[in-house]
């Protein structure tokens, strides 16, 4: 029989490698319902290890809430609330994934990396087969195999992030072929990706690992080889056939996220909020981007001067608790792999956004938090702030489900919208609104359903309509200042109701928010000549 101990190292584990498989399986997307679901397994066991555990407050406990309070801080003065909220639902359910991964013995936290590693074999199983079926099409489609696709640096950034978790487990000595055969059909399929940061970080990653084994046969003409490799790869790619497009949009982006931040020094736009200010503050044209392509600078203008601190201090203590293990000599190969995988993914999101992706940001701070060690010691009896917890974990419940009961009623909506049934399809997006208030695009949707219903009647008796959809589109607004959409639709509703002096005034109000949009100019000069 298991000890309480143990028995609780076992739910950690069967808990947090579930959370793993869902969110892969939700196919590198953010679904509310699905975090909601991850953030409230895991709110509660943490609840639960919090009540039932002699633990300490650990370097990472202490630092982890530091960077998540300085991004809640962000929420308060953020434009689009309701993008800030979502964001801050993954970034806790991740910390306090990390915070339970630290409460396991390192033999099981070796045994969760088995989840992380299978999936990466089967998303490389995917890539592979995606690739050699439909080369020309590898990059495009619907379905689920081919949305993986679609996603394709994010792939790359999640089997990078695995790849040098694989030499753990060959380091055993177990089944040694078998995880050889999986690190180099991980490592080809990273190359089939096409990221070249991945690539050559894991091919570094290799020769790391080769040098440990220099004394056998053959060994160091195989790290020659390697490394002639390796500098051939970056020369021809970097050098020969390199595109340098990619740098100056890169540039673009970064200085867009420095102009955001220029506006929210301390606190940032709020965390996850990149994408809905970028139209804004885009300095020149460039394709509409939802992330900055650089972790550090994105966190700048989302959690501003206090937030990016905050999160360079908790990267510090990794390395400095690092460190401390080698210098002790405690599972020296786990701790120097794990030190391995976290660089590697950090300099990969310098120029990419898969630490941004729910999956990665999960594994990401899972792997992060295995270097630091919280003792899981059962106390003799339970804690009495039990009754206190109760209703606190039910009201939790009670307020996260919420937005989902939104989600479901707005959905209904936009089902009976495009059917053509306005004031039913209004009933059921007054409903959303009611469990989910800060959502500018229940509003938005309320108005075009009233100016739809305007415009059917075209009389006195619709003005009321009409009235109706420039009252939520304001709301929505309110809502979301920096969105150009929500001004255009606003102009819209003015014009076709023949205020043409409003209408030029909520397109010029677009204009301003969205500068490098031509179709907002030809709309203003369309109305100025009408």
């Given at each position: ?20 498989v ?32 002699n ?15 300085f991004c ?20 806790c ?9 630290s ?5 099981f ?88 940061i ?10 790391i ?22 500098i ?28 955001i ?28 981007s ?81 270097i ?40 209904k ?9 306005y ?108």
């Amino acid at each position: 029989m298991l000890n309480i101990e143990k028995s609780n190292s076992v739910i950690i584990s069967f808990v947090l490698s579930a959370v793993m498989v869902i969110s892969i399986l939700s196919k590198f997307s953010f679904v509310l319902s699905i975090q909601i679901a991850i953030f409230l397994v895991l709110f509660l066991l943490s609840v639960y290890m919090l009540n039932n555990t002699n633990f300490k407050f650990n370097t990472y406990i202490m630092l982890s809430l530091l960077f998540f309070l300085f991004c809640c801080f962000s929420y308060i003065s953020a434009d689009f609330k309701i993008n800030v909220r979502n964001y801050l639902i993954v970034l806790c359910s991740c910390l306090m994934a990390g915070f339970l991964f630290s409460f396991l013995s390192v033999e099981f936290k070796k045994k969760v990396f088995f989840v992380p590693v299978f999936i990466a074999l089967w998303l490389s199983m995917i890539v592979f087969t995606k690739f050699v079926t439909n080369i020309h099409a590898f990059f495009y489609g619907n379905n689920f195999y081919e949305n993986i696709a679609l996603n394709v640096n994010v792939v790359a950034g999640f089997l990078a992030l695995v790849y040098p978790l694989v030499f753990v487990f060959i380091k055993e000595q177990k089944n040694t072929k078998v995880f050889i055969a999986i690190m180099l059909f991980i490592l080809f399929s990273i190359f089939i990706t096409g990221c070249k940061i991945a690539l050559i970080l894991s091919f570094i990653s290799t020769i790391i690992f080769l040098i440990e084994y220099r004394e056998k046969k053959y060994m160091k003409f195989l790290i020659l080889f390697s490394v002639i490799i390796l500098i051939s790869y970056i020369y021809i790619m970097f050098f020969l056939g390199a595109d340098f497009d990619f740098i100056s949009q890169r540039f673009v982006w970064w200085k867009t996220a420095y102009l955001i931040f220029k506006e929210n020094i301390f606190f940032g736009c709020g965390f996850g909020n990149y994408s809905a200010l970028f139209n804004a503050f885009r300095p020149e044209f460039v394709p509409n981007s939802m992330f900055a392509y650089n972790v550090m600078i994105q966190l700048l203008a989302e959690v501003g001067l206090l937030g990016l601190f905050s999160f360079i201090i908790l990267l510090f203590a990794f390395y400095v608790e690092f460190t401390k293990k080698v210098l002790e000599e405690k599972d020296i190969y786990f701790h120097v792999y794990v030190a391995i995988s976290v660089t590697s993914f950090i300099i990969i999101n310098l120029f990419d956004y898969s630490f941004f992706v729910p999956a990665n940001m999960l594994l990401f701070f899972i792997i992060f938090s295995s270097i630091f060690d919280n003792k899981n010691i059962s106390l003799k009896k339970n804690r009495k702030n039990i009754f206190f917890l109760v209703p606190v974990c039910i009201i939790m419940v009670i307020f996260f489900i919420r937005p989902v009961i939104a989600n479901t009623y707005y959905k209904k909506g936009v089902d009976l919208y495009v059917a053509g049934y306005y004031k039913v399809a209004i009933e059921e997006f007054e409903k959303a609104i009611k469990f989910d208030k800060k959502n500018p695009e229940y509003y938005a949707k309320v108005s075009k359903s009233y100016f739809a219903l305007y415009d059917k009647m075209r009389n006195e008796a619709g003005q009321l309509y009409a009235d109706k959809a420039v009252e939520y589109n304001k709301k929505a607004i309110d809502l979301y200042k920096y969105d150009a959409q929500l001004k255009e639709s606003l102009a819209s509703v003015y014009w076709n109701n023949d205020n043409k002096d409003e209408a030029l005034k909520a397109i010029q109000e677009a204009i301003k928010y969205d500068k490098y949009n031509s179709d907002y100019e030809e709309y203003y000069y369309q109305i100025k000549n009408s």
